[in-house]
């Protein structure tokens, strides 16, 4: 279940690469990431591609329990498990923004400009 919790963090940097050409342009065009392959950002290409590899994980390891998980009539656990992974990280953001702000932080300055190398 441990490989599984980092399926839930890969699915999330997959979702968030495919989207940042689209989502921050300015930031998209200035960083190292900029590659192109027939017009096509690289990582409209990759970052599907590596999504379904970690979906074919998932299910390989609801295919073949015992790879995974002791007791093969326990497979619920896997998808919950990961939405639970996915729940506590949201609420662990979500409670520090809230906290930073209220110490007169703002953490989504940190989003506006990529780190210097």
Same mark, same amino acid.
């Given at each position: ?26 930031? &998209? ?47 619920? &656990? ?15 953001? &979500? ?15 940190? &989003? ?6």
């Amino acid at each position: 279940l441990g490989v599984l919790d980092g399926v839930v963090s890969v699915w999330i940097v997959c979702i968030s690469a495919f989207m940042f050409p689209q989502r921050l342009p300015d930031l &998209y065009r200035a960083s190292p990431a900029k590659n192109n392959v027939a017009g096509i950002p690289l990582l409209k290409i990759v970052s599907p591609l590596s999504f379904l590899v970690m979906a074919f994980l998932v299910w390989e390891t609801l295919k073949y329990p015992p790879l995974a998980i002791l007791v093969p009539e326990h497979k619920w &656990y896997v998808p919950v498990f990961m939405l639970a992974t996915a729940a506590v990280g949201l609420i662990v953001y &979500y409670v520090a923004r809230a906290v930073r702000r209220s110490q007169g932080i703002d953490l989504d300055l940190v &989003y506006q400009e990529l780190p210097p190398d």
